[in-house]
């Protein structure tokens, strides 16, 4: 994550984890316990108010959101399986994708306008130390690493990840990740500065938090309408680099050899696996 957001890391954690281990996402409460920590020290009452709100999250998105990741992996696979994937289908799984992010941002919008009202000052000073902090060590990181060694550690990422799915990538197939790192626009200063700027927008709307006319108004802003942060050359390269990364993703689908194509299946018939076997476990067990 490019951010520190308070507010978001449950469902940024919940995201990271859905379709990665088992144990790892049913542990997701946890960890998001643990980075909550890091940004705030909470009284007891506060503390059983954001235990009960975690669970709370957590359980829904098992029971509610894994079902339909596990629904779109399924079309997905299938298209891939029978080789009748279009362009336009990969532009929709953006699509879905950015409308699950929008639920998850619909879920934690109401435990957010319950708890962080309750913030003292201290805590608030509390919270804008920590993502002072991360800022800067994410700037210093930016700073240590020359425009050519940040765009290798991108493609060499890249390739890391096609191993894992390709297991194999053939000369085609590297050309094309190639081709895709070489054409991409940079955007990490870029994403640093709408950081800052999305940090400054947050601290001052804790500062608002007892107002129930502008807090509520500020939140839906930080939280729906954060790209009207973006600069408007971020917003062209964020843009640019969408369209290009979308072609690729297909021109790679089109590269596939017959193992390739087996491996990828497998690997979508894990993940929606572990999906449905979570969203079991989750009903199952309840709110316990």
Known sequence: MRFARMLIVVGAMLLATACSTQIGYRFADTFVEW????????????????????TELHHW?????????????????D????????????????DIAVVAWQRMLNGIKPYALTLLPNLSDAQVAQIEAELARRLAEEQEEFGELSSEERQAKILKRSRSNAQTWLRRATP?????????YEERLPTSELWLAYTEQWHKAFIAALQQRRNLHEFPQQLNQLLYESNNLYSPELTERVRHNRELTMSMFYKLYL???????????????????????????????GLN
Do not use: G, M
């Open 61 to 77: 998105h098992a029971t509610k959101e894994l079902p339909f990741y596990a629904e779109q992996l399924q079309i997905l696979r």
């Open 79 to 94: 298209k891939i399986a029978t080789e009748t994937l279009t362009e336009e289908d990969i532009s929709a799984t953006y």
């Open 172 to 180: 085609l197939q590297d050309r094309l990740l190639k081709t895709w």
């Open 35 to 54: 980075e909550l920590d890091e940004f705030v020290e909470l009284n007891e009452s506060q503390r059983q108010q954001v235990d009960i709100a975690i």
């Open 255 to 285: 590269s596939l050899n017959s193992k390739q194509r087996q491996r990828v299946v497998a690997k979508l018939d894990e993940y929606i696996e572990d999906c449905n076997e979570l969203a079991v476990h989750f009903e199952e067990r």
